[in-house]
């Protein structure tokens, strides 16, 4: 017997829409019939609905994406922007493990998982790291950010922007906006829309750390210092900003210096002439992650998401310790830090990070291309090598194919073929050794209810941990948490991997990720 789907009850023909992915294909159920419009709307409701119990729960589950789906493929960055409209998530700039940094928009197609890099027109921004970007009235206002010089020479410092772009999404377009009063460059900020108004809070300002207030008004596009009250937060960069209706916002976390994290959170209210800052009062600490910086918390009605390593005793103190280390030099300019290592300065004039679709050039990845930039990175003991020659200038122009001093061809063939034997040397002694990992954590979700921030009381309380067996992906920084329909999404970052290799000494390398994780609710039925 034949049963066409029009006869199933509203009960089943839910449930069947409920397995739809809840972006473009589910919307487009509405414009089948009238009882698929409302049956559209239940299923989007009670996705909503059920989404914010689950995160109220703690009971939200991983989903990592296979990378081998995705042709052409984004490349590994972290300190990047990144932002949700409609349909998609839009990624912007960032940088790579030697800090080389890109001014590339790519699109991700939620309904396919799919990425797809924009070819946009206009005042391109420049290439950088750590700028903030939101959505505004089917734009995107990108401002600040840090970068190197690329390729980087020793001799040239870093550079804080306090550049103002604006992306019309409907043109595909960037627009440099000129002000005449402007915030200091910064970067590593953070800032929310609240109705007209751009709010940017804290950052590193030319060396110093800020707590300062500015606010952009989006339709003259003017810039003002805000007064505030007397007792504010301590200066800081890498911090949450959450948004808590017109005239209330959140600030969680950050970090005050290179190993002064803060797991503190402050209301600020922005009524009167004069803004009032409120702290507010953390409970079940015990419950909280053992750091809130250098990442992005994301709200889910009445609760902040944070996503952090469990904690493990054994573990927790060197992995922190690395961490911050890691932050100040990554989420802050360079020069902020006590110093930049060597194996960053020089291995950012690796071919791997000059590729044909970085830094505004047309084109996209091809596969070819990516595996080249994968197998070209050099080891940190090939780098620190390079770094010991006595000729270290000569080869390191010869590296970047530059005039050579001499403008001797033969001189610079022979730097080369030594470089390539060294690295060679290097490779080999690493593939006949036996190399370990040790174990690393990854990273758990952490939920932050925020119910009571606009009460008098001022409160905000974490939620128990619950273990569900399910690990999140390898611990990292530096990453974008964005909130799609009914899901969380994670992408990028970087981490330390620490390698013991038989009679050799101990290495620290960086990697830096392009995976996609999505954070869902438990499968329900209706």
Not at 347 to 361: K, T
Request: charged share 20%; aromatic share 10%; proline share 6%.
């Amino acid at each position: 017997m034949e049963c066409k789907i029009d006869n199933l009850p509203d009960v089943l023909l839910e449930y069947i829409l409920s397995l739809i992915p809840p972006y473009k294909d589910l919307q487009e159920c509405k414009l089948v019939s009238k009882r698929w419009f409302h049956a559209t709307n239940n299923v989007i409701q009670h996705n909503k609905a059920h989404f914010q119990k689950s995160v109220a729960c703690g009971s939200l589950l991983w989903s990592p994406w296979p990378s081998t789906h995705w042709v052409p493929t984004i490349r590994k960055r972290h300190s990047h922007s990144a932002c949700t409209y409609e349909n998609s998530m839009y990624v912007f700039g960032g940088c790579t493990a030697t800090c080389t940094t890109f001014n590339d928009l790519w699109r991700l197609d939620l309904d396919t998982r799919t990425w797809i890099r924009l070819i946009t027109m206009g005042s391109y921004p420049s290439p950088k790291a750590c700028a903030t970007m939101l959505y505004y009235k089917k734009s995107f206002i990108l401002f600040g950010g840090w970068s190197y010089p690329s390729p980087y020479s020793l001799h040239q410092q870093w550079k804080l922007f306090n550049e103002l772009h604006v992306y019309s999404i409907e043109s595909n377009k960037w627009v440099v906006v000129n002000t005449l009063e402007a915030p200091p460059p910064t970067s590593a900020h953070s800032a929310s829309i609240h109705k007209n108004n751009m709010i940017v809070f804290g950052g590193i300002c030319n060396g110093y750390r800020s707590n300062d207030i500015w606010c952009l008004n989006l339709d003259s596009y003017s810039w003002h210092k805000q007064t505030t009250s007397n007792l504010k937060p301590q200066p800081r960069y890498g911090q949450s900003q959450i948004e808590l209706g017109d005239n209330h916002l959140l600030i969680l976390g950050g970090c005050s210096g290179p190993n002064v994290a803060m797991d503190d959170a402050w209301l600020l209210k922005m009524e009167g002439t004069a803004w009032t800052w409120k702290k507010v009062n953390m409970h079940n600490t015990e419950w909280a992650p053992t750091r809130i910086w250098c990442h992005q918390a994301c709200k889910v009605g009445n609760y902040v998401i944070v996503l952090n390593i469990n904690k493990c005793p054994k573990k927790t103190n060197d992995t922190n310790v690395w961490l911050k280390k890691v932050a100040s030099q990554r989420t802050a300019p360079p020069s902020t830090c006590d110093s930049a290592p060597l194996n960053e300065r020089q291995g950012n004039v690796s071919r791997a990070d000059r590729d044909v679709n970085v830094n505004g050039r047309h084109g996209s990845f091809s596969r070819i291309s990516v595996q080249n930039a994968h197998s070209s990175s050099h080891p940190p003991s090939f780098i620190k090598s390079l770094a010991l020659c006595n000729d270290s200038v000569l080869s390191m122009a010869a590296f970047r194919d530059e005039p050579v001093r001499n403008g001797s061809n033969s001189n610079r063939q022979r730097q080369l073929e030594s470089l390539r034997r060294m690295e060679e040397k290097i490779r080999n002694r690493r593939t006949q050794s036996k190399a370990t990992k040790r174990t690393g954590n990854t990273l758990s979700i952490f939920v932050l209810d925020i119910t009571n921030v606009l009460c008098d009381e001022c409160s905000a309380s974490w939620i128990p941990l619950k273990h569900n067996n399910q690990s999140g992906p390898d611990e990292r920084i530096l990453y974008s948490l964005v909130a799609g329909r009914g899901e969380l999404i994670v992408f990028g970052g970087i981490r330390k991997e620490h390698t013991s290799l038989q009679n050799l000494p101990d290495m620290d390398e960086s990697e830096v990720y392009n995976d996609l994780h999505f954070i869902n609710p438990p499968r329900y039925v209706i």
